[in-house]
């Protein structure tokens, strides 16, 4: 599955902004997709996901309330709305799909396998924010 993001930037604290990743290719019955973000000298961390089958969503605890994830299925397109964006949300942030429900929602509500690899992930986009 390839994979496609836009829309990071930089913006102040408490601004938003909103991201886009689109699937294309694989043979897939379901993509199930979600974000990642990488802060400089951090870890990967899993923060939201979506399922394709029944529209599931789960958020890590350090953005719940303040990001949406969000789908067109007609597109194969994912969204992440982020609010109230603060300096600790800098990072480089990456898309996520696979056939596979379990792995991706276990690494967003952080009890995963960080070695998982998936069936499509994106080149990145970076985002940050100013104090």
């Known amino acids: 599955v390839q994979l496609a993001e836009s829309g990071g930037g930089l913006v102040q604290a408490g601004g938003s902004l909103r991201l886009s990743c689109a699937a294309s290719g694989g043979d897939l019955i379901y993509v199930h997709m979600g974000w990642f973000r990488q802060a400089p000298g951090g870890v990967r961390e899993g923060i939201a996901c979506?399922?394709?089958?029944?529209?599931?969503?789960a958020y890590a605890e350090s953005v719940q309330g303040r990001f949406t994830i969000s789908k067109d299925n007609g597109a194969k397109r994912v969204y992440l709305q982020m609010d109230n964006l603060q300096p600790e949300d800098t990072g480089v942030y990456y898309c996520?799909?696979?056939?596979?429900?379990?792995?991706?929602?276990?690494?967003?509500?952080?009890?995963?396998?960080?070695?998982?690899?998936?069936?499509?992930w994106g080149q990145g986009t970076q985002v940050t924010v100013s104090s």
């Open positions: 979506i399922n394709d089958e029944d529209g599931r969503i």
């Open positions: 996520a799909a696979d056939g596979a429900w379990g792995p991706l929602v276990d690494l967003v509500l952080g009890v995963g396998n960080t070695n998982y690899r998936f069936d499509g």
